[in-house]
């Protein structure tokens, strides 16, 4: 399989962490369909799919609108974090990903740009060893407005002191996508390398 590769212009990663960086997306859906289950949430894997990059409390909120459910965001999320949290200890790092980490520790800058909270990324990070290579976290917990909103990676770009035109970001989600593009950043979809 070819390598990710890195703009002649690059002066900075910025890293998506969920399905990026971190294979965390069937611990994520498997607490999600428990949850789900207890707390009577209908929702389809496809939908959550489309939601990649948006905080679960959003997700939350949009499937309430959608159909018509009452379901309390942080009763939710507390049952599925205490689901994810126990099988945490199974994450997998993409290496076709973290190969890049490792490859320009100490030659970029780079920070991690996610839609999930802060103690979650800060504990995947150290599970895979990351947080060795990579010091700036940018989370849900320090935004006010989520991707496909620009903040997560503008500021990601401020905290490494670089020009959101010389950042290249790694993103796995639609949303994430979009919201590197609204920075004027420059963006690959990780998920042809996997």
């Known amino acids: 399989m070819k390598s990710i590769e890195i703009y002649p212009n690059t002066k900075a990663l910025i890293f998506d962490l969920d399905g990026t960086l971190a294979d965390t997306m069937p611990i994520h859906h498997e607490s999600w369909k428990k949850t789900s289950e207890i707390m009577g949430v209908e929702y389809s894997y496809e939908f959550l799919c489309s939601c990649a990059g948006m905080p679960s409390s959003e997700i939350i909120e949009l499937l309430n609108q959608q159909n018509n459910h009452v379901i309390n965001p942080q009763e939710f999320l507390k049952l599925k974090e205490e689901f994810f949290t126990r099988e ?107």
């Not at 917990?141 to 997560?152: A, G, I, L, S």
């Open 88 to 194: 945490m200890q199974n994450i997998k790092e993409i290496s076709s990903v973290t190969d890049l980490v490792y490859k320009y520790h100490k030659k970029l800058p780079m920070a991690v740009g996610t839609g999930g909270k802060r103690n979650i990324a800060e504990e995947t990070l150290k599970i895979l060893g990351l947080d060795k290579y990579i010091s700036i976290l940018v989370s849900a917990d320090d935004v006010t407005q989520y991707k496909p909103e620009p903040e997560t990676f503008l500021k990601c770009a401020d905290l490494m002191g670089v020009d959101p035109a010389h950042c290249q970001v790694f993103e796995d989600g639609i949303l994430g996508i979009q919201a590197a593009q609204k920075a004027g950043m420059m963006v690959t979809d990780v998920t042809p390398y996997y």
